[in-house]
């Protein structure tokens, strides 16, 4: 069975919203998460990671909140920040700013151990995070005779938003400041919020996927 790499129950519930009760089973498995300034990097890396862990196949959840007038911070820090200033301090931040739009990024990495087509390997800053992600050739040491890393299939999901007062008590995160549409995310069940949101749109294009493998 699939499982669904994360530290984070919010995540499982809406990958099961969206996939259907019983498709996916929780690995609380905290990969390590290189420093990248995009996603696409670090889920990749941690599905080559927990692909070894689970020996079965694995999809990995990045996500994250990028504020526009911040360049995209939090960003890939969105986990560290939200654990260090809270949502609370992040809105007020958001509030000395005149645009207060946002967006949130979703990348499920997939592996399993099999050759496909994979996406090509993620570079950001250089050859030295593209190292970092791919991970050393044949890193298990299990003598596979694998040349290259494990191929990983990635997709992407985006939404665009704004960041608000809080408001709803639904969802998990950043959910109650960000607002799609005239809702905050926290306002939304998790079918409606899978319907327009970075993780929906990214698990859209997973399971049309994932159906024809
Ligand atoms: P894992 O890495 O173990 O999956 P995590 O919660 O640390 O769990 P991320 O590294 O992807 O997940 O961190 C993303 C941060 O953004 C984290 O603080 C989440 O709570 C938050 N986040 C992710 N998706 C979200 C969503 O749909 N709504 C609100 N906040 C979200």
Redesign the pocket.
């Known amino acids: 069975m699939l499982r669904y790499v ?3 129950p919010g ?1 499982v519930r809406e990958a099961e919203a969206y996939l259907g009760e019983g498709t996916v089973n929780r690995l609380d498995f ?1 990969y390590a ?1 290189i420093q990248a300034t995009k996603l696409a990097p670090i889920a990749a890396r941690g599905a080559r990671e927990a692909y070894r862990k689970a020996d079965g196949p694995v999809l990995v ?5 990028f504020i526009e007038a911040l360049d995209g911070f939090p960003g890939p820090y ?2 560290y920040v ?1 654990e260090t200033l809270g949502i609370d301090r992040v809105r007020a931040v958001a509030e000395s700013l005149e645009d207060r739009r946002a967006a ?1 990024r ?1 990348t499920l990495a997939y592996c399993d151990g099999d050759g496909f087509a994979a996406s090509p390997d993620p570079v950001d800053r250089g050859d030295r995070v593209a190292a970092a992600a791919a991970g050393p050739a044949d890193a298990d040491g299990d003598g596979d005779g694998r040349m290259g890393p494990l191929p990983v299939k990635l997709f992407e999901g985006y939404v665009p938003g704004r960041i608000v007062a809080p408001r709803g008590d639904g ?5 109650p400041i ?1 607002e799609h549409d005239g809702e905050t ?1 926290a306002e939304m069940g998790a079918e409606r919020k899978n319907a327009v ?3 929906g749109r990214a698990l859209e294009k997973f399971a049309e996927w994932y159906a024809d493998r």
């Open positions: 994360t530290t984070n995540k905290d998460e959840d990045d996500a994250g909140l969105s986990s939200e949130f979703c969802g998990f995160g950043y959910d960000f995310f949101s970075h993780r």
